[in-house]
T-cell receptor, first 116, second 111 residues
């Protein structure tokens, strides 16, 4: 199946700064990627669907101006958390659709964001 | 709204079969049932999926009720590496199969 990487694996930043998280599809050209976040001991929450070459589709309640998504190529989507605050501290996970036998999603290893 | 219901946790012994139940009573005719699992501090991984018929793969089996209102993920011989959170998910169809995760079942496997 598809291999998905994320960078960085963990990041610590000061409140008010912006943080960019990269999601790469290493062996598959992904027209669609998904971004999730997961708080400790909670389930994954879908934030947005990232479409190559077009604007992302955000889930209800997710601020598009705070969580900027760019999917400029078929192998890279980025999530930028702008003006991060401690409540944005979370585990951010991306996934790609396709590249597998059953059109299943392949998930990245996640990025742990801690905002001080 | 995940629209699936699973027990919060289950326990199993190593080498024994495990049956993980899921209720999805409001499922529509075109919704697939997917199972993913997540090990601690990792992204989820695909386990299996189905629509109407029972499905088998090298990881597990999926038994789907005739009325499709429930399903059961079967791990035939649990190992310690199977300890994870198992998510039963309805896909919402269409060209983009977005997944809405529920709370999942935390499976503990005892040696």
């Amino acid at each position: 199946g598809a291999v998905v990487s994320q960078h960085p694996s963990r990041v610590i930043c000061k409140s008010g700064t912006s943080v960019k998280i990269e999601c790469r599809s290493l062996d598959f050209q992904a027209t669609t990627m998904f971004w999730y976040r997961q708080f400790p001991k909670k389930s994954l929450m879908l934030m947005a669907t990232s479409n190559e070459g077009s604007k992302a589709t955000y889930e209800q309640g997710v601020e598009k101006d705070k969580f900027l998504i760019n999917h400029a190529s078929l192998t890279l989507s980025t999530l930028t958390v702008t003006s991060a605050h401690p409540e944005d501290s979370s585990f951010y996970i991306c996934s790609t659709q396709g590249g597998g036998r059953y059109n299943e999603q392949f998930f990245g290893p996640g990025t742990r964001l801690t905002v001080l | 709204d995940a629209k699936t219901t699973q027990p919060n946790s289950m326990e199993s012994n190593e080498e024994e079969p495990v049956h993980l139940p899921c209720n999805h009573s409001t499922i529509s005719g075109t919704d697939y049932i997917h199972w993913y699992r997540q090990l601690p501090s990792q992204g989820p991984e695909y386990v299996i999926h189905g629509l109407t018929s029972n499905v088998n793969n090298r990881m597990a089996s999926l038994a789907i009720a005739e009325d499709r209102k429930s399903s059961t993920l079967i791990l035939h011989r649990a190992t310690l590496r199977d300890a994870a959170v198992y998510y039963c998910i309805r896909s919402y169809g269409g060209a983009t199969n977005k997944l809405i995760f529920g709370t999942g079942t935390l499976l503990a496997v005892q040696p």
